[in-house]
């Protein structure tokens, strides 16, 4: 059975502030967040909205797309966001 991997940005309410993560389990992973285990960022700055997520059959490429996603700006981050999901709605 493949494995997926997922690339994903969360943010908070007002669109202000990116997290960026990869995990393999994205619901998993999501929940930690909202329980405040996931990510002192997260936890700090209430990053719990998830607006991007990219699924990958390979952990290798998840993690290259991860580390470019991380070093993106902040307007190529919203420009995928936007594409997308452009009502920049919970996909959780």
């Known amino acids: 059975m493949a494995r997926s991997y997922y690339v994903y940005i969360l943010t908070n309410e007002y669109h202000t502030t990116f997290y960026t993560g990869m ?3 994205i619901e998993r992973r999501i929940r930690e967040h909202r329980l ?12 719990y909205k998830l607006v991007f997520l990219q699924e990958f059959q390979d952990a290798k490429q998840a993690i ?3 580390k470019v996603l991380k070093r ?3 307007q190529r981050k ?3 966001i936007a594409e997308m ?8």
């Open 23 to 25: 995990t393999n389990d």
């Open 78 to 80: 919203i420009n995928l």
């Open 85 to 92: 999901n452009p009502m920049w709605e919970d996909l959780y």
């Open 64 to 66: 290259d797309a991860e």
């Open 72 to 74: 993106s700006s902040r």
């Open 36 to 47: 405040g285990a996931g990510s002192e960022f997260v936890k700090n700055y209430n990053v």
